[in-house]
């Protein structure tokens, strides 16, 4: 059984090239690709599955608060975050993690 995967990025290029390197692996199946957090909440609701990918920075809803609304209520995914940057600004994200 595959390993069902939502991913969650605000730029086409990264999301598009995520979604290229897990569909050349028969081990995961991606279900759905999103481009915003309030995408990838609706995405996990709708297709529960065994991992969410997940950018940090993302308009509508940023990945921070995807994690804590997850939390909040009781969603158990497997979850890889990431972000691409650095810097101060990535610091601060952490922070509110």
Same mark, same amino acid.
């Given at each position: #059984? +595959?390993?069902?995967?939502? !991913? +969650?990025? %605000?730029?086409? *290029?990264?999301? /598009?090239?995520?979604?290229?390197?897990?569909?050349? %692996?028969? /081990?995961?199946? *991606?279900?759905?690709? $999103?481009?915003? &957090?309030?995408?990838?909440?609706? /995405?996990?609701?709708?297709? $529960?599955?065994?991992?969410?990918? !997940? %950018?940090?920075? #993302?308009?509508?809803? %940023?990945?921070?608060? *995807?994690?804590?609304?997850?939390?909040? $209520?009781?969603?158990?995914?497997?979850?890889? $975050?990431?972000?691409?940057? &650095?810097?101060?600004? /990535? +610091?601060?994200?952490?922070?509110?993690?």
């Amino acid at each position: #059984m +595959a390993i069902r995967l939502v !991913l +969650a990025d %605000d730029h086409p *290029v990264v999301l /598009a090239g995520l979604a290229q390197v897990f569909s050349t %692996d028969r /081990a995961f199946e *991606v279900v759905a690709c $999103t481009n915003n &957090g309030a995408e990838a909440l609706a /995405a996990v609701r709708t297709f $529960t599955p065994d991992v969410l990918v !997940l %950018d940090l920075r #993302m308009p509508v809803k %940023d990945g921070v608060t *995807v994690l804590r609304e997850m939390k909040r $209520t009781g969603s158990r995914y497997g979850m890889v $975050t990431m972000c691409v940057g &650095g810097g101060q600004g /990535a +610091a601060g994200i952490f922070e509110r993690l």
